[in-house]
T-cell receptor
Framework: SQQGEEDPQALSIQEGENATMNCSYK?????LQWYRQNSGRGLVHLIL?????REKHSGRLRVTLDTSKKSSSLLITASRAADTASYFC????????????FGQGTRLTINP | DGGITQSPKYLFRKEGQNVTLSCEQN?????MYWYRQDPGQGLRLIYY???????QKGDIAEGYSVSREKKESFPLTVTSAQKNPTAFYLC??????????????FGDGTRLSIL
């Protein structure tokens, strides 16, 4: 199965609510990264969290990493319609850190 | 502005034809990557290059070929051996050295379809 598996596959919430997406992985990592993809576009990097970090913030984004559980979560607070997109986690493995292994993504829909 | 340019945005392939997708970056990045994305799926690595004149196969290299003659350019050829080429192709680049904690930067993709 995939190195990175995301949950849920799809999420629909009302504008102003918080959105939480989860990512699990199997093999020890060098870092974990979150990306956003708007429909028909390329990926945009959001946050990179290193294996020795537990939490990082960027604006309305909060990422946590639990290496003992091999899992990460992305929290988007006070969601906006413009946050509607697919969100992907990607892991840089310790062996082969120059490559990323992507999960299948969470499709987030923010309803006005 | 620095970035990655992929062209064309849309491409159609005839049976038995090879097609080449262009990827150019002006970020002075050493590493470049090609991914394939199928509808509703994540990205799968086709080929990557860490330095000029060197490249490695990714997870799904069969039916594809690449070259890296210049630092800023990493074209992907989809050959006639690739029997199911319809997909969205994404090019990315990253500041070089192995193990560095740096993100990848992506182009806006090329959508390839079969005629």
């Amino acid at each position: 199965s995939q190195q990175g598996e995301e949950d849920p596959q799809a999420l629909s919430i009302q504008e102003g609510e918080n959105a939480t997406m989860n990512c699990s992985y199997k093999t020890s990592i060098n870092n974990l990264q979150w990306y956003r993809q708007n429909s028909g576009r390329g990926l945009v990097h959001l946050i990179l969290i290193r294996s020795n970090e537990r939490e990082k913030h960027s604006g309305r984004l909060r990422v946590t990493l639990d290496t003992s559980k091999k899992s990460s979560s992305l929290l988007i607070t006070a969601s906006r319609a413009a946050d509607t997109a697919s969100y992907f986690c990607a892991t840089a493995l310790i062996q082969g850190a120059q490559k990323l292994v992507f999960g299948q993504g969470t499709r987030l829909t923010i309803n006005p | 502005d620095g970035g990655i340019t992929q062209s064309p945005k849309y491409l159609f392939r005839k049976e038995g034809q090879n097609v080449t997708l262009s990827c150019e970056q002006n970020l002075n990045h050493d590493a470049m990557y090609w991914y394939r994305q199928d509808p509703g799926q994540g990205l799968r690595l086709i080929y990557y290059s860490q330095i000029v004149n060197d490249f490695q196969k990714g997870d799904i290299a069969e039916g594809y070929s690449v070259s890296r003659e210049k630092k800023e350019s990493f074209p992907l050829t989809v050959t006639s051996a690739q029997k199911n080429p319809t997909a969205f192709y994404l090019c990315a680049s990253r500041v070089g050295w192995v193990g560095s904690n740096q993100p990848q930067h992506f182009g806006d993709g090329t959508r390839l379809s079969i005629l």
